[in-house]
């Protein structure tokens, strides 16, 4: 195979690494990825920890993507991982498969293996030493690869530890710029829409969700942050579903998740609308009013210098006032929001009660309330935040009550 | 929690299981899911299994979504996990998170629980029984959840194990139909590219690959199947790359790989053309004519009854005689085909040297080679194709030899 004979060859010493094809002003330069490296690495001294195994998979790379520009591609094999090691006194080095190296090589500047080679590497590293490594991506790292790593630790232990998601909590501003961007995306797939159902024709949820996916594309996202999902009527009462063949109906509550790629960095948008709100039961007003409400408690009571567990507080006792306890999830006490950025979900901040976390600038996350029903409907309003110096500003701008 | 609480309170039992919402003709009736279910169960006795643990996720769904419509959502939970087991004497059984468990419960009419409760469950089937369950989608299960299923087997082995592999290897006509679907798509997708650069102004290869995207979708699409790969210029001899804003130059040779995804179908489709060939090196020629002609050799010569060695073989000599083996991972042994049809790339049938898996009318899997020449450009050309009761159908159309 070409590439592995490339590497056995020497050819890797010909590439040229770090080479920055065309990229353009919107990419992440270098010198913010060499930055975060040092960030993470005193973070690493700060906790006692040795290094970090830090996990990526195609779809979930952000433990990957905020040292290098590299995202693994689709598969079934190694092609879909990464591994970013960082040691508190080493350089750092990126694992990935043979079938990626090339590009991984074109897109950062750190050092690049396959994964043929790891094993040689982490003995290296493991040597002598003694100490706990850091895992970030324990949820959703491979057994089989989780297996390869434990192997070549040699006396070093490896535990799941939250130092990268905290770190990477806090966005710069370039990436805030992305995400607005990705945000502004996802608002005109809720316009796109309800200008669809505008003209009153008969249309199905599979078609909204294709539309909005549309819309985004045709707004420059390069894909979908996740699959779109629109449900309608009493599949709105479902907390998670994917579309159908189903027709919206006049007077449904219709529930949506929805947020755009943009280079690399996601939005998470919720909203539900009434379709045709004259023909609908009076609750279902009182259910979307419920839920922005809760969303705006937040909005405007969220400051830096607050913990995570305050700001859910504000929302979560929205809910309860509301009357909708029993059919909201926020207000059962499971979280108001989560961490968002590289994808579409990350780990730090999670709003929820009992979260001491600390709310500094610059920290992105969703906020959320989720009401639904069984046999009415539902919907999830989630707003795109991040915290300033004053307060939460939303990215989105997306209305929040929607009859139509 | 709703959901959390509708189980508990048994509102389980009110739910409409199976309940088809409006589904379209072209969904898998529930009547072939449970033949499939037997099918398994036939291979399981055959094998001396006592049952399938089998593993799939928001991505690689094949291993669930052979039972189930289901598919999991994206996330970092096990929102995006999904088991499917069957016993090879027991009800078979579907297990999602909390938050999935309402929309799994409309699309299947097998029994669905969540993961909360699978340890009882296993338990309970594990009970007094010894002997050996097969796992299928050992290469990428999370280890955390592997660990929550091996806790549960008692006396019970777990073992990776190809045999629902092999079964679902061969599509039926409902299937076929879908992926030809999707193969239509994707050769749309070429289509799009072609006419785009026709109009002779610059464009990036990450304008390309959304073309593609949108054309896909304009189709129906639900979705593209994978991220979809367009690689130009020196970009090109990359086995597998991102697209970036690299301009696409008069002579290049350009790699692209690219697939639909239409009803939980996919295509995986491979094509290289050169941009503006008068101004190419002729060995740019050279090279997309000798993996055209490695891949006509494997349409031509393959029948039912022959193994998917012998089928490798003649495409892997085609690539050995054109004089690129050295640039060719297909010509050095790697495999020049896979399964595909849920999943872009479904594990069984691997075509590639040693294999003795005989092959069957209606199997479904790729035929590619792959030429990558550092510093000159590369491609990979890939058809999907079925076996019929003569020999091999394409099911895509676009032309292999692209001089653009």
């Keep these: 195979m070409v590439i592995t004979n490339g590497i056995a060859n020497g050819v890797r010493n010909n590439l040229p690494k770090g080479h920055q094809a065309t990229f ?37 790379g952000a433990n990957v993507c905020y040292f290098t520009e590299f995202r693994p591609l689709d598969g079934v094999s190694d092609i879909a991982n990464a591994i970013f090691f960082v040691g508190a006194d080493t350089e750092p080095a990126l694992f990935v498969s043979r079938q990626c190296f090339h590009y991984a090589s074109e897109v950062t500047s750190f050092d690049v293996f396959t994964f043929d080679e790891m094993q040689a590497k982490l003995e290296g590293f493991s040597g002598a030493r003694t100490g706990t490594v850091a895992l970030a991506g324990e949820a959703y790292i491979p057994e ?6 434990r192997n070549s630790l040699g006396n070093l232990t490896m535990e799941p530890h ?4 905290e770190i990477k909590a806090i966005k710069s501003e370039r990436e805030i710029a992305l995400i607005r961007k ?4 996802t608002d005109q797939a809720m316009e796109a829409i309800r200008e669809t159902l505008a003209d009153g024709h008969p249309h199905t949820e599979r078609e909204l969700a294709l539309l909005a996916d549309q819309r985004m594309l045709a707004g420059g996202a390069e894909r979908t942050a996740y699959d779109s999902m629109v449900q309608a009527g009493p599949r709105s009462a479902f907390n998670l579903a994917r579309p159908t063949d189903r027709i919206v109906q006049p007077g449904d509550l219709v529930m949506t998740d929805i947020g755009a790629r943009y280079r690399g960095y996601c939005a998470d948008g919720g909203r539900g609308f009434i379709y045709r709100t004259e023909k609908a ?7 979307v009013k419920a839920a922005a409400e809760a969303v705006e408690a937040g909005l405007s009571h969220g400051r830096p210098g607050m913990t995570a567990s305050e700001l859910n507080a504000f929302m979560q006792q929205a809910l309860v006032k509301s009357g909708y306890e029993q059919y909201s999830s926020e207000a059962r006490g499971h979280g108001t929001g989560h961490g968002t950025g590289m994808d579409p979900e990350e780990e730090a901040p999670w709003i929820g009660p009992g979260n001491k976390t600390v709310l500094k600038e610059n920290m992105v996350f969703t906020l959320k309330a989720t009401i639904t029903v069984p046999g009415v409907g ?22 929040m009550e929607l009859y139509w």
């Design 24 to 60: 353009s002003s919107e990419n992440i330069p270098s010198s913010e990825f060499q930055e975060r490296v040092e960030r993470v690495r005193d973070g690493l001294r700060a906790a006692g920890l040795v290094g970090l195994i830090s996990f990526g998979d195609c779809w979930r």
């Design 281 to 287: 039961d009076p609750q279902k007003k009182e259910i």
């Design 162 to 165: 939250p130092v990268l998601a």
């Design 378 to 399: 539902g919907l999830r309003t989630e707003r795109i935040v991040r915290v300033t110096s004053m307060g939460i500003e939303a990215l989105d701008v997306y209305p």
């Design 182 to 185: 990705a945000s502004y995306l």
């Design 144 to 149: 089989d690869l989780h297996r390869r790593i």
